[in-house]
């Protein structure tokens, strides 16, 4: 680039002096002369020579001084653009950076302007399709209707077409899920680590049809699946009762065994046993008698995850005393389209 340029730029002066070339009107053939004046002639000549050589010498040291000149304001000018560009380039991350910014911020905005709007939104799904494609924390408004208060919720908009809404997650271990009654009803933990969303907020989020999926890791860092097409809880009158059909998934059926089943904790025996499967399996759980799996069951690390019958087991893949690693319940629409 700059080479051209230089190239162009000289171009451009020989061009110059071309055009007003000294040397061209003193090359110009000498006048017709007599014979008597030859010597004087020669002599004229020879003055000429030595001006016209000491005029070229000037010349092309003008020329060449001119040439470091514009070689000198080229390099000025491209030291210049590149500073130029580098200011560019400097802005244009600034601005992406602000763009980011404004858009949380349209969502956070977003979300309050929601909450007084009647155009309602119930779930994640809800969220999805107005364009919130972002896994993460969200707070879902108030429920005048139903009188319920807002809910912070966590969204996975991305697995399977995204829409879903987190009910369930273990993979941090610190918090006990050897809860009772109450805090399984209301829901317990946080957010963006361990918890449980709350039988009366499942409750509410399943009116409408909806599927489960229930993903799982295990200490070997491999992850299995299981969906229910249709699933919904009674409400608390009626126990938080399982109700589940259509499975499908890459875990096994392990959830089968508990449906239609009421919901039981430590202080609340539903269960369909003689003995008090919350007691023996250490969590909040639909425990029949009692287990074929159990998502709320004791978080055990590496090491100890193989020993208890107590653990977050799910018997279609790793039996009765494989304590999982991670485990995420999630529900969305059936209807729901991405
Ligand atoms: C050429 O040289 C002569 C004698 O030195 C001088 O008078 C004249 O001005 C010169 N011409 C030019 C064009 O330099
Ligand atoms: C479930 O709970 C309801 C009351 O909440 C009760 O009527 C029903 O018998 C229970 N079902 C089972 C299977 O325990
Ligand atoms: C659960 O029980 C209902 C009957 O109450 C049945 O229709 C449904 O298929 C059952 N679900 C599974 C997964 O077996
Ligand atoms: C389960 O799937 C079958 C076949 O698609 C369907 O007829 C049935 O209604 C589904 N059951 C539920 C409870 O959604
Ligand atoms: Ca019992």
Redesign the pocket.
């Known amino acids: 680039m700059l080479k051209s340029m230089v190239y162009v730029a000289m171009l451009l002066l020989l061009e110059d002096t071309t055009a007003q070339n000294p040397i061209k009107k003193r090359l110009a053939p000498p006048k017709p002369s007599t014979k008597g004046q030859c010597c004087d002639e020669v002599r004229s000549l020879k003055v000429q020579v030595a001006n016209l050589t000491s005029i070229l010498e000037e010349l092309s040291r003008k020329q060449e001084s001119d040439l470091l000149n514009v070689v000198r304001q080229m390099l000025e000018l491209d030291k210049q653009s590149r500073q130029q560009e580098a200011r560019v380039t400097e802005a244009e991350s600034k601005y992406s950076e602000i763009n980011n910014r404004v858009e949380i911020i349209q969502m956070q905005a977003s979300q309050a302007v929601t909450k007084t709007s009647s155009d309602a939104i119930y779930d994640c799904a809800s969220l999805y399709s107005k364009n919130y494609k972002i896994s993460g924390e969200y707070r879902l408004p108030a429920d005048d209707f139903l009188g319920t208060p807002d809910l912070d919720v966590y969204c996975d908009m991305e697995t399977n077409g995204g829409g879903w809404t987190l009910i369930q997650r273990r993979k941090v271990g610190l918090s006990s899920f050897n809860r009772d009654w109450k805090q399984y009803k209301s829901g317990f933990g946080t957010i963006r680590g361990d918890f449980w969303l709350g039988n009366d907020n499942i409750f509410r989020l399943t009116r409408q049809p909806t599927t489960l999926r229930i993903e799982m890791e295990d200490w070997e860092g491999e992850t299995r699946y299981a969906e ?1 097409k ?1 699933f919904t809880i009674a409400n608390e009158l009626n126990s938080y009762k399982l ?5 499908s998934g890459t875990a096994g ?1 392990s ?2 065994y508990h ?2 089943t009421n919901f039981s904790s430590k202080d609340k025996d539903n269960d369909k046993c003689v003995d008090n499967c919350a007691d023996l399996r250490k969590g909040g759980y639909w425990y029949n008698c009692c287990t074929d799996s159990n998502l709320n069951g004791m978080y055990y690390r590496l090491g100890k995850h193989t020993k208890n019958s107590d653990g977050i087991t799910w018997y279609g893949w790793h039996g009765p005393s494989y304590s999982l690693k991670k485990v995420e319940m999630k529900i969305r629409p059936q209807g729901f389209r991405p």
């Open positions: 229910y249709f109700f589940i059909a259509n499975y059926d959830l089968r449906n239609n």
